[in-house]
């Protein structure tokens, strides 16, 4: 078992910075993949971005690609979503998830519980 627990959301004015953290304790942390998703108000959850357990790639959905940034520490457990520029429309409650990567698509096995994120304009 692997549990995660964001923390970093709130509210923050578009163009500015937010930067969010995963914990994860329990199995280890590096050998996962780790990913952000999201899920806005009565929309599905989707991807945001991923980073492999060496932390060597990263893909990112075309939506927040050149604004958003993963990274990852496996010393401290922990893997961060570093949010530049942030629209209204990235407005979502945020979730980190451990996993791996299959054919090129992320296949999560861990989910945190999230935490809200709010872009005004």
């Known amino acids: 078992q692997v549990q995660l627990v964001e923390s970093g959301g709130g509210l923050v004015q578009a163009g500015g910075s937010l930067r969010l953290s995963c914990a994860a304790s329990?199995?280890?942390?590096?050998?996962?993949?780790m990913g952000w998703f999201r899920q806005a108000p009565g929309k599905e959850r989707e991807f945001v971005a991923i980073?492999?357990?060496?932390?060597?790639?990263?893909y990112y959905a075309d939506s927040v690609k050149g604004r958003f940034t993963i990274s990852r520490d496996n010393a401290k457990n922990t893997v961060y979503l570093q949010m530049n520029s942030p629209k209204p429309e990235d407005t979502a409650v945020y979730y980190c998830?451990?996993?791996?990567?299959?054919?090129?698509?992320?296949?999560?096995?861990?989910w945190g519980q999230g935490t809200q994120v709010t872009v005004s304009s």
């Open positions: 998830a451990a996993g791996r990567i299959v054919n090129m698509s992320p296949s999560m096995d861990y």
């Open positions: 329990g199995r280890t942390f590096s050998y996962y993949a």
């Open positions: 980073i492999t357990w060496t932390g060597g790639s990263t």
